[in-house]
């Protein structure tokens, strides 16, 4: 086999001015290319890092807000759990306040009846222990009704101050003598003989008849009164219990 080297040696020039021209007008726009791209996918690639780095900053900020969130959320919950509480406390002590207002007015009120109620029995158990006093002493006789008060209207008459007695029957004026009937003569006699020898001088009678008397005589005057009679004791007497059941209420 032959070799021809001057053809060898033109393919070998052809083959390095195809490297140069390769190398000249191909590679190295290329390589640039290359490297900007390169360059640029670096810039990306930083970018991206940048940006994941800035998600993770917010995401951990986002976590940290949602924590202080929650927290505040969770202080707010305390607090008005707390209010609610504190108002239910205090609408509890004002229902309680006003149901012992109510409890204490209905108190009030049953006792206020009760010593009513009790003065109302009172009452009437006296009135009718004086109208059954009243029933009783009427049925005395006629003749006790009267003959037996002459005197103690005298000895009444005979209290009184000194200046009341002197105007008892002055200038000749009637004395004004209740009974709880007409008098006979001789009872009317006798009354105007005990109260002349208890005033000293002669007197005149106006007798008056009062049934309230039940028995016993009364003299009545503008300036005074001289009671001796049944009826002006069961009338002392049911003051007297109906004052004790007054003060006792």
């Known amino acids: 086999m032959r070799i021809d080297w001057s053809t060898l040696a033109l393919q070998a020039i052809n083959a390095l001015v195809l490297i140069w021209l390769l190398a000249r007008f191909l590679f190295r726009p290329v390589a640039t290319i290359i490297a ?7 810039s990306l690639i930083a970018d991206a890092e940048a940006a994941k780095l800035a998600a993770v900053l917010e995401r951990d900020t986002a976590a940290r807000e949602t924590l202080l969130v929650t927290a505040a959320r969770g ?3 305390k607090a008005i759990a707390a209010q609610g509480e504190a108002q239910k406390a205090a609408l509890l002590s004002a229902a309680q306040s006003e149901a012992d207002k109510v409890r204490a007015a209905a108190i009030a009120r049953t006792e206020a009846a009760r010593v009513e109620q ?8 006296t009135q009718l222990a004086v109208d059954i006093a009243a029933k009783l002493l009427a049925r005395l006789p006629e003749s006790a009704s009267v003959s037996g008060f002459i005197e103690g209207l005298a000895e009444g008459v005979a209290q009184l101050p000194e200046a009341a007695r002197a105007q008892l029957g002055a200038n000749g004026a009637a004395l004004k003598v209740f009974a709880p009937r007409a008098l006979t003569q001789p009872e009317q006699e006798r009354c105007r003989e005990v109260l002349a020898a208890g005033l000293g001088r002669p007197v005149s009678l106006q007798i008056e008849v009062d ?32 004052d004790g059941d007054h003060v006792s209420g």
Do not use: W
């Not at 009790?118 to 158990?125: D, F, G, P, Q, S």
């Open 36 to 42: 900007e791209r390169q360059k640029a996918a670096q």
């Open 211 to 242: 049934p309230y008397l039940i028995a016993g005589l009364e003299l009545r005057a503008d300036h005074a009164v001289v009671c001796n009679s049944f009826g002006a004791d069961l009338a002392r007497i049911r003051t007297a219990l109906l």
């Open 75 to 77: 202080d707010a919950m």
């Open 118 to 125: 009790n003065k109302l029995v009172a009452r009437r158990a």
